[in-house]
C-alpha cells in the first residue's frame, strides 16, 4: 500500500506561482504513472498532469506551457510546478499513482491517492 502525502497548496495571487510535492511513502520506481489532478467545487475531478518511469508527460490543455510535472525518483517525490496561476486553477489537487499505467487518463486507472492540497488563486 502506498501513501502519498502532497505539500505546498496556498493562497495566491494570480500570476503567481507554487510548487506541489507529493512524497511516496515506498519506491516509485515500480510506478509507471504518477498523476496529478485537481477538483473544484461543483466541478469533476479533471487529470492536469502526468509522467511516465521514463518521463514522458501529459498535460491538460489549459494548463500547457504554464505547469511542469517532473518526478524525482531517487526521492520517492513527484513535483507540480504552476506558474501564471489564474483563478480557475483554484481547486484542491491531488496526487496519483497508477501501478501500471494502462489506463492513465482515467481516474480509475490510479492506484494510490493523497489527501489533496488546497490550492486558491485570487486577488
Known amino acids: 500500500q502506498v501513501q502519498l502525502v502532497e505539500s505546498g497548496g496556498g493562497l495566491v495571487q494570480p500570476g503567481g506561482s507554487l510548487r506541489l510535492s507529493c512524497a511516496a511513502s515506498?519506491?516509485?520506481?515500480?510506478?509507471?504513472?504518477m498523476g496529478w489532478y485537481r477538483q473544484a467545487p461543483g466541478k469533476e475531478r479533471e487529470l492536469v498532469a502526468a509522467?511516465?518511469?521514463?518521463?514522458?508527460?501529459y498535460y491538460a490543455d489549459s494548463v500547457k506551457g504554464r505547469f511542469t510535472i517532473s518526478r524525482d525518483n531517487a526521492k520517492n517525490t513527484v513535483y507540480l510546478q504552476m506558474n501564471s496561476l489564474k483563478p480557475e486553477d483554484t481547486a484542491v489537487y491531488y496526487c496519483?499513482?497508477?501501478?501500471?499505467?494502462?489506463?492513465?487518463?482515467?481516474?480509475?486507472?490510479?492506484?494510490?491517492w493523497g489527501q489533496g492540497t488546497q490550492v486558491t488563486v485570487s486577488s
Open positions: 496519483a499513482a497508477s501501478q501500471y499505467g494502462s489506463r492513465w487518463n482515467l481516474i480509475i486507472g490510479y492506484d494510490y
Open positions: 515506498e519506491n516509485i520506481f515500480s510506478i509507471n504513472v
Open positions: 509522467i511516465t518511469l521514463g518521463g514522458s508527460t
